[in-house]
C-alpha cells in the first residue's frame, strides 16, 4: 500500500527540478471547481490570491498541477478559516504524506512544525526517509510545508557507506539536482568524522544566503530549533526550508536566508548541536519559543546537568533524627543515604530543575549574565538575595532554593571554559571542587574536574592529584539502562578515579578516570558497536579537553591562570584506534605533550599495547601466584571463573596464562558453563583472535556444559533449569550456582556487581545475610561453604567495599583491585614518561614498531624493562600486603591494601609540599633510579630533566620515594623509620654524584 502511494506521488513530481515551470491557473481552478465545494467567483479570487504568494519556482517544478490544485484548495480553506476568526491554518495527512499552511507568527510556526514531528513518528514505516520543503510566500505573511515518506533506495546500506546517491530516498534521488547532491555529499562525507558541526553556507548573487547542515539525527526532527536559530539573528528572514533524511539515520537541512551576513548564521547554527534537542523538555520549549536565546538555552542545560550531580538531596527533621541515631554505624548511615537518593529521585531530576526553570526564566537569564560578566562573590550573594525573596513570597521550598543555590555554585566553581569559543565539539568547564563535592558525601575532594556538555552526550575528568592518569570510559546504554547510567555516572567516575588514586602507588601520576555518557537515542547499546560514530564522540571529548589546556586557545576564559598536564588512557570502549586517534588529534592542534597525552596508542606512534604484553594480566598472575604460593594451593589442580570474556585485553591474557581448570566464564555475549572444566585449547582459540564467548563451539562441551547467549530465549539448560532471557541470565550469572569454583577473577563486568545486597549468594548458609556476614555472624565458614575460596580482583570496583569485608569475614582471601590490577599503569606511566623525555625525532625513530617483532631495538628493550618492572612492583605489594597480614591476622587485606595506598598517598602530598626539590642533586639521583636504563642510554639524566616538566620531575620523586618507604616499612611506619630511610637514599645520592 505504501509503495502505491509513494509510486503516485513520484509521478506527480517527476524529475523537473532544473527547468523553470510555471503555476497553471486555469488548470488548478478547474481541478478544484470539480470539488464542488466553492463557487465560481470564490474559486476566481482564491486561485488568484494562491498565485499572488509567488513561492520560489522550485515549487512548481516539484508539484504537479493535481498537487498544485490541492495546494491551492487548502489555501482557500485556511482563507475562510481566518474569515470566520480563527487562525490562518489548515493541514491534510495521509498515508506517505502531509501539507500545511500556516501564517508567520512563531507561534504558528512552532504548531506546525510539532505536527510535522507527530505526522513523522505516526506514519514513518521502516525503511523509508522524509523529505520536507517549505516556502515563504513574496508577501511574506504565509508559509506552506509538504512532507512526503518515500522509500530508501537501500534501506540497509553497507557499514561505511557515505554515498547519498546509495542513502537517499527514492524521492531524493528523482528530484534533487546534480548540485543540490553534490553540495550533501560533501557534508555527508563530514557528518560522521568531524568533531565539530558540519554546514556549508554560501551566499547567491542576490544576496540570498544558503545554510546547509548535516547532523546525525537523535531526534525527529531539528526544523524548530534551526528556525529558531536564524530567527535570533538580527533581520534574518527564512525563504525556504529543506530537510532530507537518510539510510544512515543523517539529516540534511538547507534554509535559505535573507537579512543577514554569512558570520552571523555561522555562529548562530554551529550552536545547534548544542541544543538540549529533546521536544518534551522545558529548555527546549523556552529555546524555540524564543523565551530563551541559544546561548541561554545551552546555558540552562548545563546548569541542569551540574545540578542533577551536585545538588544535595533533601535534609529533614527525621533524617537528621535516624542519622545522629545510626552513629558511626557505616553500613546504616550508607543505607540511609541510599534511601534518602531513592526517594527524592523526582525532586532532583532534570525534568523537575527544567520545569523551575521554565516558571522563573528571568532569574535563569541574570545567571546567564553573571556567567558572561564573569561571576563574583558580591554578584553572586546580590542574586541568592534576589532568588530567596522572590521564593520565599512564591512560597517554595527549602529544597527548591537549594537548586537554584546549586547553579550559582556552577557559576562560582568555574575556573576555565571554552563557552564562547566559535565551533566548538563540545562545551568543557574546569571546576574547583572544592566549591561543591564539600556538602556532599565524597570522602575526598579531588584536585580538578573537568565537566563537559556535548551534543548526544555528557562526561567528566576527576582527577585526585595534580599530575594524574586514567583512563577514559565511553558509557553505552539501552533505554532501559539509560536513567540509571545517567544517575550514577559521576559516582561511578568518581569512585574509578579514587580506585586509581589507590592504585597507582608506583608511578608517578595520582588517579584520574574521565567518562562519556552517550544518549541511548543515539547509540544504543543493545545494536552493534558503532566505532566511527563512538570515535567520533570520543575525539569530540578529546577536542573540549585540549581547548582547556591549551595555553591561550582563541574564545576560552582562564580564571585559573595555571598549566594543566592530562593523561588519558583507554577503558571501555575507547581501547583499539582510539588512543592513537586521541595523540594524533592533540598533535594536530598543536598540544606539545601530545606524544604523552594518551597511551594505549598504536606501536607505531610510540605505544606499548596492554594487550599484547599482558601489562594488566602480569599484576593480577603476581597476585594470585602469590596466593596460591602462600596457601601451597597447587595451580593445576584448581577450578576457575572468571567474568570478563575472551576479546578483552584483561580475559583474554587470563586465560592464556593461567593453568587452571575453567568451570564458567562470562562476559557481554554469552554465559558459558561446564562442570568438567570448559574446553581449554577452544578457550585460547577464542582469546587469540579475540573473539566474545558466543563463537564458542558447543560441539566441546561436556553433555552436561552448556552456552547461553544474550540473545537466546527460553532456552533449558542440562539440569531442566528454563532460562527465559538470556541477557537477564547473563546479567546475574556471576550470582547462580554455575559458577562455583575455587578462585574467582573478575576481569570485567560493570562495578558494584556483588554489593552487600546479593554478597550473600557467594556463601552456602541458609538465610544469611549480607549484614550478618560483614558482622562476623559467619566467620570462617569450612571451604564446602563458600562458593570461591579466593577472589583477585582483576575489574575494577568489581565488589563493592561492604561486599569484599563481609566475604573475608567469612574466610575467602580476597585481594582487592588497588592491588592486584595496577600493570596497566605501570606500563602507561613509563610510556608517558618515554613521550615526555624523547624529542619528536628520537620518538619517531625509536618508538615506531610495526610490530612485535619488527620493531626498533629501543622498544623492544624498554618493553622488557617495563614488564619486568610491572612484575617487581606487583610482587613487591602482594608481599607488603601479606606480611601485614601475617603480623595481623584478624586484620582484613582489604584494610591493609587501603592502609597501604593511604599511607603512600599521604606520604606523597607531604613530600610534595616540602621543599626537598631544592635539592637538585637529590631529585638528580631520584630520575636516575626511576627511569628505564634504556631510556637514560639515549636521553642521559640531565637532559632529561631538562625536557621534562618540573611538576612532574617532582610527582616522580615523591611517588618513588612514598611507595619504596612504605613497602619497606608498612603502613605503622613511625617519623624515626622515616628519618632513617631518608638518611640511606641521601648517602646514596651523594656516592652518585660523588
Known amino acids: 500500500m505504501l509503495r502505491r502511494f509513494t509510486s503516485q ?7 523537473r527540478a532544473v527547468a523553470a515551470a510555471a503555476i497553471d491557473i486555469a488548470a488548478i481552478e478547474k481541478e478544484i471547481a470539480s470539488r464542488k465545494v466553492f463557487d465560481h467567483d470564490l474559486i476566481k479570487e482564491g486561485v488568484k490570491q494562491y498565485g499572488d504568494l509567488k513561492f520560489d519556482a522550485t515549487y512548481a517544478n516539484h508539484f504537479s498541477h493535481y498537487d498544485q490544485a490541492d495546494h491551492a484548495y487548502g489555501f482557500m480553506t485556511a482563507l475562510a478559516r481566518r474569515k470566520s476568526a480563527s487562525d490562518f491554518f489548515y493541514s491534510k495527512e495521509s498515508a506517505t504524506s502531509a501539507f500545511y499552511f500556516s501564517n508567520t507568527s512563531r507561534e504558528a510556526q512552532l504548531r506546525v512544525m510539532d505536527r510535522i514531528d507527530r505526522f513523522i513518528e505516526h506514519k514513518k514505516a521502516a525503511g523509508f526517509g522524509v523529505s520536507v520543503r517549505s516556502y515563504t510566500s513574496t508577501r511574506d505573511d504565509v508559509v506552506f510545508y509538504n512532507v512526503s515518506l518515500t522509500p530508501f533506495v537501500n534501506s540497509a546500506p553497507a557499514e561505511g557507506e557515505l554515498s547519498v546517491s546509495a542513502l537517499g530516498t527514492e524521492n531524493f534521488i528523482a528530484t534533487r539536482s546534480d548540485t543540490v547532491k553534490a553540495r550533501y555529499q560533501e557534508l555527508m562525507n563530514r557528518v560522521l568524522v568531524s568533531t565539530t558541526p558540519s554546514y556549508k553556507i554560501t551566499t547567491e548573487s ?7 547542515l548535516a547532523v546525525s539525527a537523535d531526534r525527529t526532527t531539528h526544523l524548530a530549533s534551526l528556525s529558531a536559530l536564524i530567527y535570533e539573528a538580527p533581520g534574518a528572514k527564512v525563504t525556504k526550508k529543506f530537510l532530507e533524511s537518510f539510510a ?18 555561522e555562529h548562530r547554527v554551529s550552536l545547534n548541536s548544542l541544543l538540549p534537542n529533546r521536544p518534551a523538555n522545558a529548555i527546549t520549549r523556552l529555546h524555540e519559543s524564543l523565551v530563551f536565546n541559544a546561548e541561554e538555552a545551552i546555558f540552562a542545560h548545563c546548569l541542569i ?7 544535595p538531596p533533601p535534609v529533614d527533621e527525621d533524617y537528621k533524627a535516624v542519622r545522629t541515631h545510626l552513629g558511626a554505624d557505616a553500613t546504616g548511615v550508607k543505607r540511609l543515604n541510599n534511601l534518602r537518593a531513592t526517594l527524592s529521585q523526582e525532586l532532583v531530576s532534570e525534568r523537575y530543575m527544567g520545569e523551575l526553570i521554565q516558571a522563573y526564566p528571568d532569574i535563569a537569564k541574570h545567571i546567564y549574565t553573571d556567567f558572561l560578566n564573569g561571576s563574583t562573590a558580591e554578584s553572586r550573594a546580590t542574586l541568592l538575595k534576589e532568588i530567596t525573596e522572590r521564593f520565599g513570597k512564591d512560597g517554595r521550598t527549602a529544597h527548591q532554593l537549594q537548586i537554584f543555590k546549586t547553579f550559582l555554585k556552577f557559576n562560582a566553581s568555574v575556573l576555565k571554559h571554552n563557552f564562547f569559543r566559535v565551533n566548538k565539539a563540545a562545551l568543557a568547564f574546569r571546576l574547583d571542587p572544592a566549591v561543591f563535592i564539600k556538602d556532599l558525601d565524597y570522602p575526598r575532594i579531588p584536585h580538578g574536574i573537568f565537566f563537559f556538555v556535548g551534543g548526544q552526550w555528557r562526561g567528566f575528568h576527576v582527577r585526585f592529584t595534580e599530575i594524574a592518569r586514567g583512563g577514559v570510559r565511553l558509557i553505552l546504554s539501552t533505554p532501559n539502562t539509560y536513567h540509571k547510567n545517567k ?17 597507582n602507588k608506583d608511578i608517578p601520576e595520582g588517579g584520574s578516570k574521565g567518562t562519556i555518557l552517550v544518549s541511548s537515542r543515539y547509540l544504543n547499546a543493545a545494536n552493534k558497536f558503532d566505532e566511527p560514530r563512538a570515535k567520533q564522540l570520543f575525539l569530540q571529548y578529546v577536542d573540549a579537553m585540549l581547548d582547556v589546556i591549551i595555553p591561550e586557545t582563541d574564545g576560552v576564559v582562564d580564571n585559573y591562570g595555571k598549566p594543566e598536564i592530562i593523561f588519558l588512557g583507554p577503558d571501555e570502549n575507547t581501547a583499539g584506534s582510539f588512543p592513537s586517534a586521541g595523540a594524533l588529534y592533540a598533535k594536530a592542534r598543536g598540544y606539545a605533550a601530545w606524544k604523552s ?6 606501536p607505531s606512534i610510540g605505544g606499548i599495547p596492554h594487550d599484547t604484553y599482558g601489562m594488566t594480566t602480569r599484576s593480577v598472575r603476581a597476585c594470585v601466584e602469590g596466593v596460591y604460593r602462600k596457601l601451597g594451593m597447587d595451580e593445576a589442580s584448581l577450578t576457575k571463573f572468571q567474568t570478563g570474556g575472551p576479546d578483552g585485553d584483561l580475559g583474554s591474557n587470563e586465560i592464556l596464562r593461567s593453568r587452571e581448570k575453567y568451570i564458567a566464564l562470562v562476559d557481554a555475549k554469552a554465559s558459558l558453563h561446564d562442570p568438567n572444566g570448559v574446553d581449554k585449547q577452544e578457550l585460547e582459540r577464542l582469546a587469540k583472535a ?14 552436561k556444559g552448556f552456552l547461553v547467549k544474550t540473545t537466546d530465549k527460553d532456552v533449558t539448560l542440562p539440569d531442566g533449569t528454563l532460562v527465559s532471557d538470556g541477557t537477564a541470565f547473563r546479567n546475574t550469572f556471576h550470582l547462580t550456582p554455575y559458577t562455583r569454583a575455587d578462585v574467582f577473577v573478575p576481569c570485567g563486568g560493570r562495578p558494584a556487581s556483588v554489593t552487600l545486597e546479593n554478597v550473600q549468594q557467594l556463601v552456602d548458609v541458609d538465610g544469611a545475610t549480607g549484614e550478618q556476614m560483614l558482622a562476623g555472624k559467619f566467620e570462617k565458614l569450612a571451604g564446602t561453604a563458600l562458593k570461591h575460596r579466593v577472589i583477585v580482583e582483576g575489574a575494577n570496583l568489581f565488589l563493592t567495599q561492604d561486599a569484599r569485608l563481609a566475604l573475608e569475614k567469612c574466610g575467602v582471601v580476597i585481594i582487592k583491585d588497588a592491588t592486584a590490577n595496577k600493570g596497566g599503569v605501570t606500563s602507561s606511566s613509563l610510556e608517558v614518561l618515554t613521550g615526555l623525555a624523547l624529542s619528536d625525532a628520537e620518538h619517531a625513530e625509536l618508538m615506531s614498531a610495526k610490530s612485535e617483532a619488527d620493531a626498533p631495538e629501543f622498544y623492544k628493550s624498554l618493553v622488557k624493562e617495563i614488564c619486568d618492572r610491572v612484575e617487581r612492583n606487583a610482587k613487591r605489594e602482594f608481599e607488603a600486603v601479606w606480611r601485614a597480614y601475617e603480623a595481623k591476622p584478624t586484620e582484613p587485606k582489604t584494610l591493609i591494601c587501603d592502609a597501604l595506598s593511604e599511607k603512600i598517598v599521604t606520604v606523597r602530598t607531604n613530600i610534595l609540599h616540602s621543599n626537598i626539590f631544592e635539592d637538585k642533586r637529590f631529585l638528580r639521583y631520584v630520575m636516575a633510579s626511576y627511569a628505564p636504563k634504556t631510556l637514560l642510554g639515549v636521553v642521559p639524566v640531565d637532559t632529561m630533566m631538562a625536557r621534562v616538566p618540573a611538576n612532574y620531575q617532582h610527582a616522580i620523586c615523591a611517588m618513588w620515594l612514598a611507595s619504596d618507604y612504605v613497602y619497606t616499612y608498612g603502613a605503622h611506619g613511625t617519623e624515626f623509620d622515616f628519618y632513617q630511610f631518608m638518611e640511606n637514599h641521601a648517602a646514596e645520592a651523594a656516592k652518585l654524584t660523588a
Not at 546537568?305 to 545538588?311: E, G, L, P, R, S
Not at 579475540?690 to 553433555?703: A, C, E, G, I, Q
Open 9 to 15: 506521488a513520484l509521478r506527480h513530481t517527476g524529475t
Open 305 to 311: 546537568t551540574f545540578a542533577f550531580y551536585f545538588t
Open 597 to 602: 597525552f594518551t597511551t594505549g596508542k598504536d
Open 487 to 503: 544517575t550514577t555516572v559521576f559516582q561511578e567516575n568518581y569512585n574509578l578515579a579514587h580506585t586509581q588514586l589507590l592504585k
Open 248 to 265: 544512515n539515520g543523517v539529516h540534511i537541512y538547507t534554509l535559505y536566508v535573507t537579512g543577514c551576513s554569512e558570520k552571523v548564521l
Open 206 to 212: 542576490d544576496g540570498t544566503t544558503i545554510v546547509t
Open 690 to 703: 579475540r573473539l566474545t564467548l558466543d563463537n564458542f563451539d558447543v560441539r566441546k562441551l561436556s553433555p
